[in-house]
């Protein structure tokens, strides 16, 4: 059986109606995995259409993963779906691009809750299960600004540095309960992060910004990522390939944060 084989796991994607977690979700059902696509937004649905269509196996849980009732009622689904259990704290939000000094609070308040307040509610409520069953992986979508503060606004950045600090403690906390949790750190990707996802959380940031604001990247001759290449990394991570990889904040950005 091949390491990347995710047969009789069901794994929990946030954030799986779009971009990286859609893609990841994709990767994981190819590989076996019952993936519960979980999304504030109805295309969660799509997605699973997508997936069983191709003959994989998943089912949505549609709400906002920030709130402890719906991380609770996605964790259940995940338990009753069967297998061992995995994470991918996906969902996620922009900012404003903003200092802290023009950050308001609602732009603060939503983005640490969905950016790091959900992961943890979601970490919390697996772990029980991972220590019960001996074997666990948690991937976290980080990003460059988990490890730079040039990479966003105050919020987004306090948000990302904040899931490294939750990856790393997780990480050395359940090493000894064959528990994993890593997180990966793209730069630029194309994706519907700036745009109609941003509508759906209440214009989290002005579209007009585009991904050309993030002005280290658009200095940079960087290209911009497919979320396939970001995906690929997600699930070799959450995969026991990297059964010894552990608390790593592993960039995938072409290099951004090398410079
Ligand atoms: N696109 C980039 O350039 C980039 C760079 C670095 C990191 N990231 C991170 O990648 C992750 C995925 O983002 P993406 O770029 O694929 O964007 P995306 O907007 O295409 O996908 C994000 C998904 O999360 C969902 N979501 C948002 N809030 C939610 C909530 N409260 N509950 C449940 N679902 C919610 C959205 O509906 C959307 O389907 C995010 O954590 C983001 O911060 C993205």
């Not at 859609?22 to 649905?45: K, M, P």
């Not at 997508?50 to 994989?56: L, N, R, S």
């Not at 990856?167 to 990707?189: D, H, K």
Request: hydrophobic letters at 45%.
């Amino acid at each position: 059986m091949s390491l990347q084989d995710f047969a009789g796991q069901t794994i929990i994607v946030t954030g799986a109606g779009s971009g990286i977690g859609r893609v990841t979700a994709l990767r994981l059902a190819e590989r076996g995995a019952h993936v519960i696509v979980a999304d504030i937004s109805d295309s969660a649905e799509d997605v699973v259409k997508e997936i069983t269509d191709a003959g994989g196996q998943a089912s949505a849980a549609v709400g906002d993963i920030s709130d402890q009732q719906v991380v609770d009622d996605v964790v259940a689904q995940a338990v009753d779906t069967g297998g061992r259990l995995g994470l991918v704290n996906n969902a996620g939000i922009m900012d404003k691009f903003d200092g802290a000094a023009e950050t308001e609070d609602a732009v603060w308040e939503r983005c640490l809750r969905i950016n790091l307040t959900a992961p943890f509610l979601l970490t919390r409520a697996v772990l029980p299960h991972m220590r019960k069953a001996g074997v666990g992986a948690i991937v976290n979508t980080g990003s460059a600004a988990s490890l730079r503060g040039a990479a966003a606004g105050a919020a987004y950045t306090a948000s990302k540095h904040g899931l490294a600090g939750l990856t790393r403690n997780t990480a050395y906390t359940y090493s000894r309960e064959n528990i994993r949790c890593n997180l990966v750190a793209p730069g630029g990707v194309d994706t519907n992060i700036m745009t109609t996802s941003a509508a759906v959380n209440e214009g989290d940031i002005d579209p007009s910004h585009g991904l050309a604001a993030i002005t280290p990247v658009h200095e940079s001759a960087l290209r911009t990522a497919e979320p396939e290449e970001i995906a690929a990394i997600i699930v070799f991570l959450l995969s026991d390939t990297a059964s010894d990889v552990n608390g790593v904040l592993l960039p995938v950005d072409g290099g951004w944060v090398a410079g």
